[in-house]
């Protein structure tokens, strides 16, 4: 069975990989040690369900980001779905509310701390996510002889 090695995947740029380090690393910091780790830790006490659920989320992304900044390239899904979920709710639930003229502060708020996922859509090597995430073969589903 023919599958891609590292060597067959397109090269990325050493700026590329570094940027996301920055980019994990902002992830891990700004996000994880600046806010959600600080409430989980000390203001959890009066939370629904519902936010502790996201936060719990959060800050396992904030951790899964350290990784990241050691290993970009292996860690790029995660990369993947910070943008992907980013990318809905910012098209689907902000768009969609500012086109019915029903835009609130905690809509605002939440926009802000997203928009900022620009910056990663020129960032991320998008010839080798092609490559590595469409072209390649996928794992074989059993065994084979």
Same mark, same amino acid.
């Given at each position: 069975?023919?599958?891609?090695? +590292?060597? &067959?995947? =397109? #090269?990325?740029?050493? @700026?590329?990989?570094?940027?996301?380090?920055?980019?994990?690393?902002?992830?891990? !910091?700004?996000? /994880?040690?600046?806010?959600?780790? =600080? &409430?989980?830790?000390?203001?959890?006490? +009066? $939370? +629904?369900?519902?936010? /502790?659920?996201?936060?719990?989320?959060?800050?396992?992304?904030?951790?899964?980001?350290?990784?990241?900044?050691?290993?970009?390239?292996?860690?790029?899904?995660?990369?993947?779905?910070?943008?992907?979920?980013?990318?809905? @709710?910012?098209?689907?639930? %902000? !768009?969609?509310? $500012?086109?019915? !003229?029903?835009?609130? =502060?905690?809509?605002?708020?939440?926009?802000?701390?997203?928009?900022?996922?620009?910056?990663?859509?020129?960032?991320? =090597?998008?010839?080798?996510?092609? %490559?590595?995430?469409?072209? &390649? #073969?996928?794992?074989?589903?059993?065994?084979? %002889?």
């Amino acid at each position: 069975m023919k599958t891609l090695n +590292d060597t &067959q995947l =397109p #090269p990325v740029a050493m @700026w590329r990989i570094n940027a996301m380090r920055f980019l994990f690393l902002l992830m891990a !910091g700004f996000m /994880g040690a600046m806010f959600v780790w =600080p &409430q989980l830790l000390f203001e959890w006490a +009066d $939370w +629904d369900v519902n936010r /502790g659920l996201a936060k719990s989320m959060l800050a396992a992304l904030a951790l899964m980001s350290l990784l990241g900044v050691r290993y970009p390239l292996q860690m790029l899904p995660l990369m993947l779905y910070e943008i992907a979920w980013k990318t809905i @709710w910012i098209v689907l639930i %902000a !768009g969609r509310a $500012w086109m019915a !003229g029903k835009w609130t =502060p905690d809509i605002e708020g939440l926009f802000y701390d997203c928009i900022g996922i620009i910056i990663a859509y020129f960032i991320v =090597p998008w010839r080798y996510v092609w %490559a590595r995430y469409f072209v &390649q #073969p996928m794992e074989p589903l059993r065994k084979t %002889a």
